[in-house]
């Protein structure tokens, strides 16, 4: 029987199915956002520049991305 290869995690609280073996940086990069124009919670931790591709999402993970508007 061959396993389920995706898992399924919450992005800004809507299903969002990847691959196993997903980061934060690859989901960001999926998503069409630049790293340095947002902040990423990750179970309610917020997620630093350079812990992007070193986490990884589990099953069920919750994230929220909130974009960084500049103006003036």
Do not use: R, W, Y
């Amino acid at each position: 029987m061959m396993q389920n290869q995706n898992l399924t995690i919450k992005v800004n609280g809507e299903p969002f199915v990847c691959e196993i073996g997903f980061s934060l940086f690859d989901l960001i990069n999926h998503l069409n956002f630049s790293a340095k124009s947002i902040v990423l919670e990750h179970n309610a931790d917020i997620i630093p520049d350079a812990q992007l591709k070193k986490t990884f999402l589990n099953d069920g993970d919750n994230v929220e991305i909130v974009t960084i508007v500049g103006g003036g």
